[in-house]
Protein backbone atom coordinates (compact mmCIF):
# COMPACT_ATOMS: atom_id res chain seq x y z
CA UNK A 1 0.00 0.00 0.00
CA UNK A 2 1.35 3.34 -0.89
CA UNK A 3 -0.42 5.22 2.05
CA UNK A 4 0.32 4.86 6.08
CA UNK A 5 -3.16 5.78 7.45
CA UNK A 6 -5.18 2.62 7.99
CA UNK A 7 -8.79 4.41 6.81
CA UNK A 8 -7.13 5.27 3.38
CA UNK A 9 -6.15 1.46 3.43
CA UNK A 10 -9.13 0.06 3.94
CA UNK A 11 -10.94 2.78 1.91
CA UNK A 12 -8.76 1.72 -1.56
CA UNK A 13 -8.88 -2.04 -0.59
CA UNK A 14 -12.98 -1.73 -0.68
CA UNK A 15 -12.94 0.35 -3.83
CA UNK A 16 -10.30 -1.40 -5.52
CA UNK A 17 -11.18 -3.25 -9.26
CA UNK A 18 -12.36 -6.76 -9.24
CA UNK A 19 -8.85 -8.10 -10.73
CA UNK A 20 -6.87 -6.84 -7.94
CA UNK A 21 -9.73 -8.21 -5.43
CA UNK A 22 -8.85 -11.82 -6.81
CA UNK A 23 -5.32 -11.18 -5.65
CA UNK A 24 -5.92 -9.60 -1.89
CA UNK A 25 -8.71 -13.18 -1.69
CA UNK A 26 -5.77 -15.23 -1.47
CA UNK A 27 -4.66 -17.80 1.30
CA UNK A 28 -1.04 -19.27 2.18
CA UNK A 29 -0.45 -22.84 0.74
CA UNK A 30 0.23 -25.87 3.08
CA UNK A 31 4.51 -26.40 3.40
CA UNK A 32 3.96 -29.72 1.92
CA UNK A 33 2.22 -27.55 -1.06
CA UNK A 34 5.39 -25.21 -1.17
CA UNK A 35 7.74 -27.62 -0.62
CA UNK A 36 6.74 -30.18 -3.33
CA UNK A 37 7.18 -27.46 -6.21
CA UNK A 38 9.49 -27.22 -8.61
CA UNK A 39 9.26 -23.53 -8.80
CA UNK A 40 9.83 -20.76 -6.08
CA UNK A 41 6.07 -20.32 -5.50
CA UNK A 42 4.84 -17.07 -3.59
CA UNK A 43 3.83 -17.69 0.06
CA UNK A 44 -0.01 -17.40 -0.88
CA UNK A 45 -2.10 -18.11 -3.68
CA UNK A 46 -5.23 -16.51 -4.94
CA UNK A 47 -8.71 -19.39 -3.57
CA UNK A 48 -10.07 -20.88 -6.12
CA UNK A 49 -13.45 -23.09 -6.40
CA UNK A 50 -12.29 -26.93 -6.56
CA UNK A 51 -9.37 -26.15 -4.13
CA UNK A 52 -9.34 -28.29 -0.36
CA UNK A 53 -8.46 -26.03 2.63
CA UNK A 54 -7.91 -25.85 6.31
CA UNK A 55 -9.44 -23.83 8.34
CA UNK A 56 -6.54 -21.68 10.99
CA UNK A 57 -8.80 -19.49 12.58
CA UNK A 58 -12.69 -18.90 13.79
CA UNK A 59 -15.36 -21.49 15.26
CA UNK A 60 -14.63 -23.99 12.56
CA UNK A 61 -10.53 -23.99 13.17
CA UNK A 62 -9.05 -27.01 11.91
CA UNK A 63 -11.97 -28.13 9.64
CA UNK A 64 -11.39 -29.35 6.06
CA UNK A 65 -13.46 -28.59 2.78
CA UNK A 66 -13.79 -28.33 -0.41
CA UNK A 67 -14.53 -24.50 -1.75
CA UNK A 68 -17.45 -24.73 -3.14
CA UNK A 69 -18.02 -20.36 -4.36
CA UNK A 70 -15.58 -17.73 -3.85
CA UNK A 71 -16.83 -14.29 -3.34
CA UNK A 72 -14.30 -11.23 -4.86
CA UNK A 73 -16.05 -8.44 -4.12
CA UNK A 74 -16.50 -9.32 0.16
CA UNK A 75 -12.77 -11.31 -0.59
CA UNK A 76 -14.85 -14.55 0.94
CA UNK A 77 -15.24 -18.06 0.47
CA UNK A 78 -17.90 -21.10 1.00
CA UNK A 79 -16.98 -24.51 1.79
CA UNK A 80 -18.64 -27.46 1.79
CA UNK A 81 -20.00 -28.92 4.90
CA UNK A 82 -19.24 -25.38 6.87
CA UNK A 83 -22.84 -24.36 7.94
CA UNK A 84 -24.30 -21.99 10.71
CA UNK A 85 -28.27 -22.11 11.91
CA UNK A 86 -30.45 -19.32 11.24
CA UNK A 87 -32.69 -18.23 13.97
CA UNK A 88 -35.53 -19.60 11.85
CA UNK A 89 -33.46 -23.33 12.21
CA UNK A 90 -32.57 -23.05 8.10
CA UNK A 91 -29.22 -24.27 7.75
CA UNK A 92 -27.14 -21.33 5.53
CA UNK A 93 -23.32 -21.59 3.85
CA UNK A 94 -20.79 -19.85 6.08
CA UNK A 95 -18.48 -17.49 4.46
CA UNK A 96 -15.12 -17.33 5.77
CA UNK A 97 -12.02 -14.82 4.43
CA UNK A 98 -9.79 -15.82 2.62
CA UNK A 99 -6.94 -14.88 5.03
CA UNK A 100 -8.12 -17.23 7.48
CA UNK A 101 -7.88 -20.42 5.23
CA UNK A 102 -4.84 -22.68 4.52
CA UNK A 103 -4.36 -24.20 0.92
CA UNK A 104 -4.14 -27.82 1.49
CA UNK A 105 -4.50 -29.84 -1.85
CA UNK A 106 -4.65 -26.99 -5.08
CA UNK A 107 -7.43 -28.03 -7.62
CA UNK A 108 -5.04 -28.80 -10.62
CA UNK A 109 -8.35 -29.80 -13.73
CA UNK A 110 -7.00 -25.98 -14.96
CA UNK A 111 -3.69 -26.71 -17.24
CA UNK A 112 -2.58 -23.44 -17.02
CA UNK A 113 -2.64 -23.53 -13.27
CA UNK A 114 -1.09 -27.08 -13.17
CA UNK A 115 1.55 -25.80 -15.55
CA UNK A 116 2.70 -23.23 -13.65
CA UNK A 117 2.48 -25.69 -10.64
CA UNK A 118 5.16 -27.86 -12.38
CA UNK A 119 7.38 -25.20 -14.58
Known amino acids: MTSAK ?9 NAPLHTKRIMASSHLAPEI ?5 VHL ?5 VRKGDTVRIMRGGFRGKE ?15 EGITIEKVDEK ?5 LHASN ?3 VRMDDTDPWRR ?3 EE
Do not use: C, E, N, Y
Request: glycine content about 4%.
Open 6 to 14: PRTQRKRAA
Open 115 to 117: RKF
Open 65 to 79: GKVVSVDRVHGTVVI
Open 42 to 46: PRALP
Open 91 to 95: KVARP
Open 34 to 38: HDKSK
Open 101 to 103: LLI
